[in-house]
């Protein structure tokens, strides 16, 4: 099991920027790869962006591909989604998980997950 705990949301303009961080604890985090999702209002869980084990493979939502960046360091048990251009739609409590598998790229894919942040963007 993986202990997960998101931080770096908060309230941003239009146009702005923020990075979330995600703290893994629990499993080696080297062994399995890491994703962002969102959940904004009235909508269901969405992916984000998904990042393999050691960092060499990524995967984005369309929605955000060209303007959010998934990295890990895994030094530090630590993923990272740094948001820029930041759109109001992108207002939504993204949430930190853990896969069951070194590479993963879908909700199914994802066993653990954090608590969830806040992030609101104002137009």
């Known amino acids: 099991q993986v202990q997960l705990v998101e931080s770096g949301g908060g309230l941003v303009q239009a146009g702005g920027s923020l990075r979330l961080s995600c703290a893994a604890s629990?499993?080696?985090?080297?062994?399995?790869?890491m994703g962002w999702f969102r959940q904004g209002p009235g909508k269901e869980r969405e992916f984000v962006a998904a990042?393999?084990?050691?960092?060499?493979?990524?995967y984005y939502a369309d929605s955000v591909k060209g303007r959010f960046t998934i990295s890990r360091d895994n030094a530090q048990n630590t993923v990272y989604l740094q948001m820029n251009g930041l759109k109001a739609e992108d207002t939504a409590v993204y949430y930190c998980?853990?896969?069951?598998?070194?590479?993963?790229?879908?909700?199914?894919?994802?066993?653990?997950w954090g608590q969830g942040t806040q992030v609101t963007v104002s137009s």
């Open positions: 990042i393999s084990w050691i960092g060499r493979v990524t």
């Open positions: 629990g499993r080696t985090f080297s062994s399995y790869a």
């Open positions: 998980a853990a896969a069951n598998s070194r590479v993963a790229g879908s909700q199914t894919d994802f066993g653990s």
